[in-house]
């Protein structure tokens, strides 16, 4: 409440000043900051539908259910880091065979992670690699596996345990929370190199041994290894209830797709309140049945009702239904796996924070492109190095950069792309600017001599640079469709839409007449004969000639163009002679006809020829000058004198459908003698 000292004046001005403040009216040349995005990044990128509109059909569904469970199976067969838990051939496993390959495994995990730069422990103390280690070494060893026991390889059986986890949890290169830091004084304690991936609510586990502290168990999820919390799981009393815990078919679940929910608070049911539940989080859909009374104390209207792991306090596995609100970002069976869902889906995690093997409940970059794609059913590994061959995928790493701009611009949005170290995923282009959106660690701003720490979720172009000045696109080597089989055929992109130039006007020659289009698609120019072919149709006479652009290779479909041949030019070639004509002839004959070969030397017409005399050189004589117009022949009358006549004749070739007329006038010198 307001001091009661506080007078009326006082409470009018502070109201005055709120609707203020509501109203926007800043003092002038202030500004509230708004949301900051990377270089060519603009607001509306950030929305999946901004480039699902840029697909032919964005709500075609690329590949079935049973094609994905296909590819799970492949992808357990096939990779190193995966495994089909529901399947687990071994029921049992040697205690001391699995102690001694875990303290190996440590031992070699520390030189790694020294070498990468976590010499730091939690209070910033610097060690050599064994005083730091060593400690963390040594609790992976079971409290009841000897070292007499792993130098004389002594036998140990035990059953694996099946659990689940109860709580979104972490698995860890060893089995410690103390912090592995790269630096002394702990400004970047959110960068733990202890952590490996996420563990989400509900996911299945095999149990090994446990730490020598009792605090963690070796465990082994689909897509990783490592050490978990004894405290985040719940062991299961046998096999077929573990499997009944998490087992079920697609339409059996409820997935959650948003980036990241949480139940309800509750003091009735405290197990199974404020639970976070990340991006593809598996959850089983409870009965008909049992949605009918209450529920945590309350009725399920307008809620799923699902039934939630829980641990008790022997850590034994129960499961507990619960309540998770109908507008929540969830769905009844895997999603779909369309652009637009799969664009959706991979906005939730913008501006997360990165969180190195799933550390501080977000994800680094290859645990972000896991959770997207668990949302349609796909069990990647942990790691960028996911499908051994089993998915689409190709070699960029002998492509320029131009030329992998043309073929990523061909593959779907969706795309897992990769370098060393980091992969992404492709959302499409604008003009030749590729764009990407991942959890990113550290960039370089085009133009900055230091590396600006992201640490989160965002969309950028592949412009971008690494630390040594190098664009993302020069260092890519990897693509891949995380959804295709390696026998799906490449991607094709229509060439229907494509923007055609270079098409010009021809002139007949006799020949068949041919263009030199410029095509391009989507702005890459495309070349003939490996992305294009073109055929013709009436493309020798004069006239419109068509031609049809076909896509090949990597292009499909196909458009028409027509262009203009024009007629040729006739080649006609006249010249005048010199004839000589008798006077005394004259006299007698009255005239002298002369034939057209005599007078004019004609060839290379086309069409028929014509003649017209033009005129004579001595007016005065002209009538007694006739030239026949379709013979050519010249015709002296009686009555001129002697001397020379020059009589020009005009000769016309008219020309056919494919060649256009054509007229030269030559001269014909006349010599009248006696």
Sequence with gaps: ?????????????????????????????????????????????SQGDYWARKVGDPDRVQVSMEEIEQLNRDIWKTSQETRDLANWPKTEYDAVACVSSLMSGARSDAVWCYNNGAKYDSDGNVGDKDTLYAPRIANCQDPDVTDEDMETGAVKMRDYKYAVCTTRSALLVFPTEDWLLDDADNSDPDYDLNYLSIVRVNEPLLLRTMSKDGQYYAAMSSGCAGWIKASDVAVCENREEWLAAWNYPSDQLLVVWDDKIYTEDSRFQPE??????????CLQLAGEEETQGRISNRTAHNNHVVWMPVRRSDGTYEKKL??????????????????????????????????WGGMMGTNDCSGYVRDVYRCFGIDMPRSCNRNNGVAKSWDLSGMSDGEKTAFIKRLPPGTLLAFSGHEMIYLGYEGDKLYVISSVSNVRMPGDTSNTRVRGGVINTLDIWRRDNTTWLHNLNVAEVPYYSSAHPDPQVSIAAAEVTGITGRTYTGEAQTQTPQVRVNGTLLTMDRDYAVTYRNNRAAGTAAMTISGIGAYTDSLDRT?????????????????????????????????????IRVSGQQGRVTYKKVSVSKKKYAKRFTVNSSTGKITVKKGVKRGVYRVKVRVTAAGNDNVQPKATTVTVTVRVKR
């Design 563 to 599: 262009f203009v041949i024009d007629k040729g030019e006739n080649t006609l070639q006249a010249a005048g002679k010199t004839v000589r004509v008798s006077k005394k002839k004259l006299k007698k004959k009255k005239k002298q006809v002369i034939k057209r070969a005599r007078a």
């Design 272 to 281: 199974t309140a404020n639970r976070k539940l990340p991006m593809g989080t």
């Design 1 to 45: 409440m307001l001091n009661k000292r506080i007078g009326k004046a006082t409470i009018t001005v502070i109201a005055a000043l709120c609707l203020v403040l509501a109203a926007g009216l800043l003092p002038a040349g202030a500004s509230w900051a708004g949301v900051r995005y990377m270089p060519d990044v603009t607001a509306d990128m």
């Design 322 to 355: 619960a309540l998770i609100g109908e507008n929540r970002k969830v769905s009844e069976g895997y999603l779909p796996l369309t652009t637009r869902n799969v664009m959706r889906v991979a906005m939730n995690q913008l501006g997360d924070a990165y969180g």
